[in-house]
């Protein structure tokens, strides 16, 4: 059986603990970048007592257009994420899209990262589980909640039972994601730690003349339903200025209103634990 709690570094993820947080930009623009957001996001954490993991990729292999920027690349992009880790004493994720880039990434990071579309690459997963890191494998938008417990399977049969699930939206229509709210609940039957996207929910595919859109309006709402169902952590995407952001911008939210975004999570999540 998967583990839950999960530990992630020195701290755990799992059913009637604090609420983890996973928080970054979407993709890594520079060390000062990374540096202003886990300065917001790390005492933030501390302060309300929850954990935060810190989230950004170096290589974002899913771009609308090929001009669009992708990120420093693997070498880089994991030195300015172990530097992070060393410094602000927190876990970091980051995103693996290739076989190739799994056993690297693990040495460094505390969690490696399943992009959606990918959830179903089997060899990927594999590699993935086999550093014997914590893997987060988003649900695909064209998968049913039921379907994560055949990926949890295969992290299994490769010896690792530290798994993360995230409900990141399912496709409706062109150019649009919705949330079926039962899967947070269908997929916490696999015994992992589920855990809530709620920038990704909010994104429009495509939707914005070679890139991506997205509606940051919606982030707040959602991750209160998130919040009142049920979930064991929430993944925020975030960047001091979302517009001019390299990646994901219109459905990150800005730095400056995460605080209030993750209060009102936290006391809806201790209402549901101590009540």
């Known amino acids: 059986m998967p583990l839950n709690p999960v530990p ?3 701290r755990q993820c799992g059913r009637g603990l604090p609420l983890v947080l996973v928080a970054g930009p979407c993709v890594i623009e520079s060390d000062e970048l990374l540096r202003q957001v886990a300065g ?12 935060t993991v810190f989230k950004s990729s170096f290589d974002k292999a899913n771009r609308t257009s ?7 690349g693997i070498d880089e992009g994991l030195r300015s994420l172990e530097r992070i880790r ?13 076989v190739a880039q799994a056993q690297a990434a693990g040495e460094v990071c505390d969690v490696l990262q399943i992009p959606a579309f990918l959830a179903r690459q089997t060899d990927l997963v594999a590699a ?3 550093t014997g890191k914590v893997v987060n494998v988003k649900k695909g938008q064209f998968m049913a909640p039921e379907d994560m417990a055949h990926v949890v399977a295969k992290i299994e049969e490769v010896g690792n039972q ?10 409706f229509g062109y150019g649009l994601l919705v949330n079926d709210f039962r899967s947070l609940p269908i997929m916490a039957r696999t015994g992992c730690p589920v855990i809530f996207d709620a920038t ?13 859109g997205g509606d940051r309006e919606m982030v707040f709402p959602l991750a209160r339903a998130a919040m009142a169902v049920g979930c064991d952590g929430l993944f925020i995407e975030t960047h001091p ?24 999570c936290v006391r809806i999540r201790e209402a549901l634990l101590f009540s």
């Open 8 to 10: 992630i570094g020195d």
């Open 40 to 51: 917001v996001t790390v005492p933030l954490a501390e302060r309300l007592g929850i954990t």
């Open 66 to 72: 090929l001009r669009s920027p992708r990120g420093p």
């Open 86 to 98: 060393k410094e602000f004493g927190v876990p970091v994720l980051t995103d693996v899209h290739d």
């Open 128 to 130: 993935a589980a086999m």
């Open 162 to 171: 530290k798994i993360l699930l995230t409900e990141r939206g399912t496709t």
């Open 200 to 212: 990704h929910s909010v994104q429009r595919p495509s939707a914005a003349g070679g890139k991506s």
């Open 241 to 264: 200025d979302p517009d001019r952001a390299w990646s994901d911008g219109p459905n990150m939210v800005p730095l400056d209103q995460l605080a209030n975004v993750i209060e009102t």
